[in-house]
């Protein structure tokens, strides 16, 4: 039987090629015209069935060797895969439960008190720094009218270094990074070192302006700030030593 169908779509095959050796023999528009039009319904009866005969062969020899078999059981063992990876995720899970579950509460409280410790640690750097910063600043004294050209560049590369440290240790407040329980006490951190770094840029522009009533402005400002962010470090430093315990 399968012998039988290859020689059929043989003879399928044999009858379009010398159809289409008719059709481009073919005299005249008309016998042109019906020998194509018939040339191609053949051409596409043998792509049909030779299609057919592709898939009808197999299932014919074998159910299983058809594509359409085939493809459905590559689906059906990568469906049966899938479940098994779930199952297998669902007992690892299962397993990790009573691990996790180990982890005490007081374990979770030792985490948080090191994460306070750690907190404690870097804030106390930054703030005795900001604090020595503005006592610089409070130390700086008014520069007078007749200064010379030397001394004024002297003393306005002080403050551009100045402005420039309480830049930084603003910065370094406002990122450090903070356990939640204690985001209103590190605020004040924040908040000194913003008045103390508006404090280093009024002093820098003191000493780069002319016209005495702005400087005597920007003198003003710088002092005011750095005496109000000193404050604010010392008030600080105490809340923060009570969380350390100190």
């Known amino acids: 039987m399968p012998s039988f169908d290859l020689i ?3 003879i399928l095959w044999s009858i379009a090629l010398l ?12 016998k042109a015209a019906v020998s194509g039009i018939l040339t191609v319904i053949i051409l596409l009866l043998a792509v049909f069935f030779s299609y057919m005969k592709i898939e009808g062969y197999g299932t014919f020899v074998s159910r299983e060797l058809s594509p359409s078999a085939i493809i459905a059981a590559n689906i059906a063992a990568n ?11 669902a007992k690892a899970n ?6 996790e579950i180990g982890f005490s509460s007081s374990e ?16 106390e750097k930054i703030a005795e720094e900001a604090l020595d910063f503005a006592q610089q600043i409070g130390a700086m004294d008014a520069l007078p009218n007749d200064i010379s050209e ?9 403050a551009l270094a100045l402005r420039n440290s309480t830049a930084k240790v603003n910065g370094q407040a406002a990122s450090l990074f903070h356990p939640r329980n204690v985001s209103e006490l590190h605020q004040q951190l924040v908040r000194a070192t913003e008045s103390l770094r508006l404090a280093g840029y009024a002093l820098h522009a003191y000493t780069t302006l002319d016209d005495v009533e702005n400087r005597k402005v920007q003198f003003e400002q710088s ?7 000193a404050k604010m470090i010392s008030s600080y430093k105490i809340e923060l030593g009570k969380l350390s315990g100190k």
């Open 8 to 10: 059929s779509l043989a």
């Open 79 to 89: 469906e049966t895969m899938a479940r098994e990876r779930a199952a297998d995720s």
């Open 94 to 99: 299962a397993s990790a439960k009573p691990a």
């Open 19 to 30: 159809a289409l050796i008719q059709t481009i023999n073919a005299t005249g528009a008309i």
């Open 108 to 123: 979770k409280d030792k985490d948080a008190i090191n994460s306070i410790e750690r907190y404690v640690s870097s804030a």
């Open 223 to 229: 002092k005011r700030q750095a005496t109000a962010a």
């Open 150 to 158: 030397p001394n004024r560049e002297k003393a306005e590369s002080k």
